[in-house]
């Protein structure tokens, strides 16, 4: 079955920088959507950014400018390089997989995505 596992979570200062990464296994095929994703205590989970299997991206306005997904040139790993890191940006942050052939645009619904990580803890002071 697809696994992702998530690294690449710390404690930072306001206005540091951390990449995430997000090992992706087992997952094959086209048209397919990843995205990370983030949940602070006692908030819902928020979408952050998405990337089809193409190269488009999609970020949340709350990091625009400051985050960037991507991904490796062998499709096996899944990235979030944070830049400008503020205190609200404080959670822990999950990838996800969604279903390959259905995805015709990024996407920031919780609901499209079928394969979650366990998750990376992000805190900035």
């Known amino acids: 079955h697809v696994q992702l596992v998530e690294s690449g979570g710390g404690s930072v200062q306001a206005g540091g920088s951390l990449r995430l990464s997000c090992a992706v296994s087992?997952?094959?095929?086209?048209?397919?959507?990843l995205g990370w994703f983030r949940q602070a205590p006692g908030m819902e989970r928020e979408g952050v950014a998405s990337i089809r299997s193409d190269g488009m991206t999609f970020h949340a306005d709350s990091v625009q400018g400051r985050f960037t997904i991507s991904q490796d040139a062998n499709k096996n790993t899944l990235y979030l390089q944070m830049n400008g890191l503020r205190p609200g940006d404080t959670a822990m942050y999950y990838c996800a997989a969604g279903r390959s052939g259905l995805c015709r645009f990024p996407t920031l619904d919780p609901d499209f995505y079928i394969y979650w990580g366990q998750g990376t803890q992000v805190t900035v002071s």
């Open positions: 087992r997952y094959t095929g086209s048209d397919y959507c």
